[in-house]
């Protein structure tokens, strides 16, 4: 290959979007950059772009490829460059600087006598911020602590009040599937669930059986609840009555992962129905209930609403 084409396809590499997995801090939160370098290797200190300027990041590995290629995709971050030796030596102290100041502030929320519980401490890395994250039953008057933080540390000082969800995800733990928690892995935002969910998927209505770390429904019953809720409406309704052949059955059950349907005999026994079964199946009508009989003769009529007298 000739000098030219060598470096024609090095600027092609170069120009090429490349896609990683990294971490602001060792125990934080996973998230996706983009970078038009594709030599950076696991472990490799990056700086990445974010609104309040450049962030060190520890590299973790490529990102997935994306299945649908047709689909452009994008990334939470960009990757800009390498860290210079200073910027490095700087990140490796910064952990322990937010310790230092996580300790700091406990110290002061016990002189003030708040009833808070400190989470976290996050600082930038230009200095210009420190976000203090912490939990609370009702609002606290915390004006006091901010402006002795303010004295201590000599930078802007914001306290930030989460929930219990929020707090799982900032301290991170396993969940009782034995991987790490999906809020502090790759989950980006707390989507609604419900007891509905459970349901859908035949749980056990056990609150210690479909709770997590934070005594919350756990997040991944949103995970299958649409596939269940879309297979349950391709099958018979429970209540409802099948035909087939000279027999009639009656719905007691779905199993919608095996595509199949428990049904009461008129025997009183249960049977199980695979989808070759019921879907050959006549779905008869529901029984109408009996009308009231006339007082006045022995003609049936249905009660009209209105006034009565």
């Known amino acids: 290959m000739s000098e030219q084409n060598v470096e ?46 450049l962030e060190p990041a520890i590299v973790y590995g490529f990102a997935p490829p994306n299945p649908q290629s047709e689909v452009i995709r994008r990334a939470s971050f960009e990757i800009s460059r390498r860290p210079t030796s200073d910027e490095e030596n700087r990140y490796q102290k910064l952990a322990a600087h937010e310790h230092s100041a996580f300790d700091i502030c406990q110290t002061l929320i016990d002189k003030h006598q708040l009833i808070m519980r400190l989470i976290r401490v996050e600082k930038f890395f230009n200095g210009s911020k420190m976000i203090f994250y912490f939990t609370a039953d009702s609002r606290v008057d915390f004006r006091a602590l901010v402006k002795d933080l303010v004295q201590e540390f000599r ?6 009040q989460v929930g219990v969800r929020h707090e799982t995800k900032m301290i991170g733990g ?8 999906c809020c502090s892995s790759f989950m980006k935002k707390f989507d609604s669930v419900s007891i509905k969910m459970a349901k859908e998927q035949d749980l056990p209505l056990n609150p210690t059986k479909i709770s997590g770390v934070c005594n919350r429904l756990l997040c991944c019953l949103t995970y299958e609840y649409d596939t269940y809720k879309n297979q349950r409406r391709k099958m018979p309704r429970v209540g409802r009555r099948l035909k087939i052949g000279d027999d009639i059955f ?10 199949a349907i428990v049904v009461n005999t008129g025997e009183g026994e249960e049977k199980l129905l695979l989808k070759p079964d019921w879907m050959t199946a006549e779905i008869l009508r529901a029984e109408k209930a009996p009308r009231k ?10 009660e009209k609403p209105g006034k009565k007298g």
């Open 293 to 302: 009989s006339d007082p006045k003769g022995d003609v049936e009529t249905a």
């Open 155 to 160: 930078t802007r000082v914001e306290m930030r």
């Open 8 to 53: 024609q396809s090095n600027k092609v590499e170069e120009t090429e979007a490349h896609f990683y997995r990294v971490r602001f801090r060792r125990d934080g939160q996973e998230f996706t950059a983009m970078a038009k370098m594709p030599n950076l290797r696991r472990d490799e200190a990056v700086m990445v772009k974010t609104d309040h300027g």
């Open 250 to 259: 009656r719905v007691k059950r779905q199993i919608p992962l095996q595509e």
């Open 174 to 181: 396993i969940g009782v599937c034995g991987r790490e928690l």
